[in-house]
């Protein structure tokens, strides 16, 4: 369905306050999904990947777009117009229920973001994000039975903060505490998860995947 396009590291595919309904459905690459607060502050909201919809909010709301979502890395991506995707989503309930457990499951992992803030310190809340993202996102290393992944999307210490919940400050600090124990090693460009199930348990996580 829909009309294919291209799109450069760091090109928006979407803007924030934009009127227009269609959907992407990303067929490469990685995006990021950014909002604005009136303050001017720019919190990164979700990473989406390969095989995610992306727009489905404005689409199906009728309301400007929530967020700006802008390409890490070389993106492929089909632009579906929202009346030929309820057109599909009719004639396919199956279609229709992976929508929905989709749609539940950004639901469950956002609530999840607001029982964390309650419920753990920062580092913890911290290595929740960062298990959760390197379970649905992260590359298996050879060799290491999926004990170590590597997370090659290109996040900064600001953007994860703002995932967890944490002043800049306390985000440092907390990937510091994980860093030291061995949990995950930093470069430029990436992180790596050194030992998942250490860090799942750090994180007081189960198997499930809330993405």
Not at 45 to 66: C, Q
Not at 87 to 94: A, E, G, V, Y
Not at 181 to 201: K, W
Request: with cysteine; aromatic share 6%; net charge positive.
């Amino acid at each position: 369905m829909g009309i294919e396009k291209n799109y450069s590291p760091h090109q928006s595919l979407l803007q924030q306050g934009d009127l227009s309904r269609h959907v992407l459905l990303l067929t490469r690459g990685v995006v990021k999904v950014t909002a604005s607060s009136e303050s001017g502050d720019n919190v990164l909201l979700a990473v989406r990947i390969a095989g995610d919809l992306v727009g489905e909010m404005a689409a199906f709301e009728n309301l400007p777009r929530s967020g700006t979502v802008v390409a890490c890395n070389e993106v492929t991506a089909r632009i579906i117009q929202l009346h030929s995707l309820e057109t599909f989503l009719t004639q396919k309930p199956d279609a229709m229920k992976a929508i929905l457990r989709m749609l539940s499951a950004r639901l469950r992992w956002a609530n999840r973001r607001r029982i964390d803030y309650r419920s753990y310190d920062a580092p913890t809340r911290f290595a929740r994000v960062l298990a959760e993202l390197g379970q649905a996102y992260a590359r298996p290393m050879p060799g290491e039975g999926g004990k170590r992944r590597v997370l090659d999307v290109t996040l900064t210490q600001k953007e994860l903060a703002s995932l967890a919940g944490l002043a800049l400050p306390t985000a440092e600090k907390s990937l510091a505490t994980l860093t030291t124990l061995g949990l995950v090693q930093c470069s430029y460009r990436n992180i790596t998860i050194c030992d998942v199930p250490r860090l799942l348990e750090f994180a007081k996580l189960g198997g499930e995947n809330p993405y």
